[in-house]
């Protein structure tokens, strides 16, 4: 079955950095788009970034400059690199691909301290 595990995440300073990581399987991963969500308190569930099959990268607003969306294919790996955090990335943060239909990550919790 499919199954998206992240890792990663935590409390950090404001300016600081973090990395997630998700590790998929089940599916053809060099195949799949991918992508990254976050979900703040009582806030829907927003897209932060993507990165489609063949290496095309689109970003949230609130992010752009700020995080870096990466794959690898080789360990069937999606990244996301978060620098120059501030308060409001707080949020929990979930790896997302459709295969089929939509598969989601266990959810991973960044807080970003002020």
């Known amino acids: 079955q499919v199954r998206l595990v992240q890792s990663g995440g935590g409390l950090v300073q404001a300016g600081g950095s973090l990395k997630l990581s998700c590790k998929a399987s089940g599916i053809n991963f060099s195949r799949a788009d991918m992508a990254w969500y976050r979900q703040a308190p009582e806030k829907q569930r927003e897209l932060v970034a993507n990165?489609?099959?063949?290496?095309?990268?689109n970003y949230g607003d609130s992010v752009s400059g700020r995080f870096t969306i990466a794959r690898d294919n080789k360990w069937r790996t999606l990244y996301l690199e978060m620098n120059s955090l501030k308060p409001e990335d707080t949020a929990v943060y979930y790896c997302n691909t459709f295969w089929g239909r939509p598969f989601w990550g266990q959810g991973t919790q960044v807080t970003v301290s002020s």
């Open positions: 990165v489609s099959s063949d290496g095309s990268k």
